[in-house]
Nanobody, 116 residues
Framework: QVQLVESGGGLVQPGGSLRLSCAAS????????MGWYRQAPGKQRELVAR???????YYADSVKGRFTISRDNAKNTVYLQMNNLKPEDTAVYCC??????????WGQGTQVTVSS
């Protein structure tokens, strides 16, 4: 069974930073893509950042220049470095992994709250 476990969420002041981690069972190289999604109450789930097997990355316009997705294959872990956090970044952040043709896998999520 594929397992994705997120960590690193918490409460931070505007302008602060957090680093989220997603530890995957097995090698993350077995996944075609991994990414971070977020969902705030009353809002749609949105893709925040994604990294594919080649190493290419994608960022939502709302986080571009502030967030960085990276991976450590040896540790089977994907990271999301979040800098200059804003109140609108407050959400539950979930790790996602795609394996073709098996499908999508999701972590349980970690809460990020940006508030003074």
């Amino acid at each position: 069974q594929v397992q994705l476990v997120e960590s690193g969420g918490g409460l931070v002041q505007p302008g602060g930073s957090l680093r989220l981690s997603c530890a995957a069972s097995g090698s993350i190289f077995s996944f075609n893509a991994m990414g971070w999604y977020r969902q705030a109450p009353g809002k749609q789930r949105e893709l925040v950042a994604r990294i594919i097997n080649s190493g290419s990355t994608y960022y939502a316009d709302s986080v571009k220049g502030r967030f960085t997705i990276s991976r450590d294959n040896a540790k089977n872990t994907v990271y999301l470095q979040m800098n200059n956090l804003k109140p609108e970044d407050t959400a539950v952040y979930c790790c996602n992994a795609l394996r073709v043709p098996a499908g999508n896998y999701w972590g349980q999520g970690t809460q990020v709250t940006v508030s003074s």
